[in-house]
Every structure is written in structure tokens, then in C-alpha cells.
């Protein structure tokens, strides 16, 4: 087979478009979810065996790094569901076409940055 096609193999040089790396940052964010969901749940765990467990699980989640990582899980699930709703709202026919797409993903990226920084300042 002799193809005259052009193959580009290099995945460096692929130029993806707006929507797709906001639906790569969706799937993303779902496995940052899942992951996050087994700390959380952790979390819970220690929480509800005991006083004591309680405090040091209170007294944990008052460290940088802890609310460093509660805030990365909310940011994943922020984005989750501004995504998801846009995801809604294309699979009712909204948002389908070439620009109305680009402008979903500006739009979700613009209210999921706001959120997630109002998410920030509530954890910190």
C-alpha cells in the first residue's frame, strides 16, 4: 500500500483546538475525583471512630499541605461539574456548533477559575 497521505507521528506538534483540551481536562479531573474520593472517605473514617481520632484529623487538616490538597480535590471537582453541565447542555443540542463550542470551553474555563478561587479563599 502506497499512501501520498502525510503522517504525523510527533504528538508534540498536534495543535488540538480549545474544546478538546477542556474535555481532556474533564476526564482528567473524573480521575482526579476517583483518587481523591479514597482520601476523603479516609478521611471520614478517622472522623467518626473516635474523639480522639477527630482531633488529630482536625488538627492535620490545619497544616498548608492538607488544605493544599482539600483544595486541589475541590478545584478537580469544580471543574468536574462546570464541565459536566456544559457536557449537559451539548447533549440537549445547546452549544453543538464550531463557535458556540469555543465559547463553552472559554466560558467553562472562565467560571471554573472563579469558583476555584473562590474555593481557595474559603480553605485558606
Do not use: C, Q
Not at 498536534?14 to 474520593?37: E, N, V, W
Amino acid at each position: 500500500m502506497n499512501s501520498k497521505r502525510p503522517v504525523n507521528l510527533d504528538i508534540t506538534t498536534i495543535k488540538l483546538p480549545l474544546p478538546a483540551y477542556t474535555s481532556i481536562l474533564h476526564r482528567l479531573s473524573g480521575i482526579l475525583l476517583f483518587i481523591g474520593a479514597g482520601l476523603l472517605i479516609y478521611a471520614l473514617d478517622l472522623s467518626l471512630a473516635s474523639e480522639e481520632s477527630f482531633a488529630e484529623l482536625k488538627a492535620l487538616m490545619s497544616s498548608g499541605l492538607a488544605k493544599f490538597i482539600l483544595w486541589f480535590l475541590l478545584s478537580g471537582l469544580i471543574y468536574h461539574f462546570v464541565a459536566g453541565v456544559k457536557h449537559l447542555l451539548m447533549d440537549i443540542g445547546i452549544g453543538e456548533e464550531l463557535e458556540s463550542g469555543r465559547a463553552g470551553s472559554v466560558l467553562t474555563i472562565v467560571v471554573s477559575a472563579a469558583l476555584i478561587v473562590l474555593a481557595g479563599v474559603w480553605v485558606w
